[in-house]
């Protein structure tokens, strides 16, 4: 009887502690599956993303037939976050767009709200301004002043969002509007991070509208608010805008003091990578702009060696969390594809054993089924078969992501090196020419000669920081504003010269698609012919011309000027610089010319060099 007892005085305590566990469960999640969600955010807490990523998949994978909605939901939430955090907007999206989908059909408010605040993000960091606007607005609408904040966006999210994008439309007066919506949400639920974020987007509106001393107010009281809690990355931003309000009022001395302290929390391990990149880049134009050009050139290749560690840290971690993520969708795809089959394979022996019964009667029909048994099984060899070629697919697609992204890199390494070294001599010969016009030796014509060397080194800078600056952009990808890049340089230099440009141009696909190494060659080539035409050709007239044929891209400049000896010609590195260009994209050169016979310069590159 005692035993009796015992047992069932065991079974009601265990009752109670199953109770009390599951009542800290959100609604609508099981135990086991919350605790899957949490092991999730500690991983994406320490950066291990692609660990994190694996989870998901796992629980999608061999999980996917027992979670309800809600539960899948949150798998896709993080997902997109996850795609997020390492710079795969596009795949963030789509998981954001998922999980807003399974919201929609809980037909749950809150989740909604939080699903289109994660979109918003993806559109943002894709440049997709409409799309985010829209996005944030219904997530501010539908999402309650207070959430479980470990699960859900809260409202101030979106409103900081909100502001963020209308901070990059330079629309100052929305950007400000919002950011006090958010600093009142962000306060009322104790999120100091939130506010003192906030506050940032206040004050830079503010510079925005040309009132500094507003904006210093709001800076202020986003850093009183970090004397409660230290957050690096707040600091730092705040003290951007700080120098910004400063440099605004003229008071050197305080724009100074913000920029040592914002040195100090550069420093920190706790400060993100983005918040270290932004301080880095503004403090190098600050410096540049004072001027302090040691000081600029030092921030500057600070600025590329945190670039290129950046890179090489995360690059590797996300080919991973990329390779996870399509591993993952290639053995859901499996999964389910098997799942089918083996279903259908169950029916049929269902099917079989019931039909033998009567077959042990009517061999006839004994021979009929088994006959459709031996076709039933040749089909899912067939399918087995299908299935492996999926695979395969799946694996070469990798391979080839796998081979665009090392290409990225690459291309990434080369425009880093070109910025270094365009920056580094141009402001190394400013810095010397400086120097020596400043020195107490160097007077009258000597300084007026040094200035106008700083001058020239400047606007060559300039220059060719704007030609990198284009041919990277990928809103010049189309062979339309390559030409409206040519046209602008060869007005801009000929028509001060006096000589007639004619343009060809009609035989040319405007809608041609080009990489940056080809627009980047292709401008600088055309840019280095017009630069010696207009200085040595002594020309009248001269026709520049674009031509696609089914399996090439033809150019020319053709002048009426004075020519020369090609044969025997030493002049400079034009010739070699324009040859190396166009042998860079595997294209052809071909030069015409002679004394007093005008000069013809042609180049042919194959189309399938100049896409990505």
Known sequence: MRTKQFFLIASLYLCILQTIHASNVPFGLRPDVYEGLQNIVSLMNRSAYDSAQALIVRQLLYQKSKLNKREEYFLYCYEAEIMYYNGLFEIGLTSAQEARNLANSLENDTLIGSAQNLVGLQYMHLLKYKQAKKSFKNAIELLPSVTDKDLYSQRYHALANLAE??????????????????????????SIRGASFSYWSLAESQILNN??????????????????????????????????????????????????????????????????????????????????????????????????????????????VLIGFYKGKE??????????????????????????????????????????SIKQKQHIIKLKYQAQLQQNQAEMEIVAIENKLNAIHTERNRIASDLHDDVGAA???????????????????????????????????????????????????????????????AADLLFPCGIVVIYNFEDADDELALSASARKNIYLTFKEAINNLAKHANASKVTIGLKCTAINLECYVVDDGVGFDAANTTKGNGMYNLKRRVGSLNGEFYINTGPYNGTEIRFIIPLTNISD
């Not at 107010?217 to 957050?231: C, D, T, Y």
């Not at 606007?459 to 040519?486: A, F, H, P, V, Y």
Request: glycine share 4%.
């Open 165 to 190: 994008v209308f901070l990059y439309q330079n629309n100052a007066d929305s950007a400000a509007y919002f950011s006090k919506l958010a600093i009142a949400e962000a306060l009322s639920q104790g």
């Open 427 to 489: 402001l190394s010969s400013i810095h010397i020419y400086s120097s020596v016009a400043l020195s107490k030796q160097m007077q009258g014509k000597v300084v007026v000669e040094l200035l106008s060397k700083i001058t020239q080194a400047s606007t060559s800078l300039l220059e060719r920081m704007s030609d990198i600056i284009w041919s990277i952009n990928q809103e010049n990808g189309k062979l339309r504003d390559l030409k409206l890049r040519i046209k602008a340089f």
């Open 211 to 320: 009132t500094p001393l507003l904006a210093r107010q709001s800076s202020k009281e986003g850093l009183a608010l970090l004397e409660k809690e230290e957050v690096e990355d707040a600091h730092l931003f705040l003290c951007i805008s700080m120098i910004k309000v400063y440099d605004a009022l003229g008071k050197a001395d305080s724009a100074g003091m913000f920029l040592e302290k914002g040195k100090e929390y550069e420093e920190s391990l706790n400060a993100s990578d983005y918040a270290k990149l932004s301080f880095l880049k503004f403090t190098a134009k600050h410096s540049l702009a004072q001027p302090n050009v040691e000081e600029s050139y030092n921030r500057l290749n600070k600025l590329e060696d945190l670039r290129n560690a950046i890179l090489e840290r995360h690059e590797k971690q996300r080919l991973q």
């Open 331 to 372: 053995e859901l795809v499996k999964a389910q594809y098997l799942s089918e089959n083996q279903q259908k394979e169950i029916e049929l022996k269902s099917n079989i054993n019931y039909v033998l019964i009567i077959l042990m009667l009517l061999t006839a029909l004994l021979a009929y089924f088994g006959f459709r």
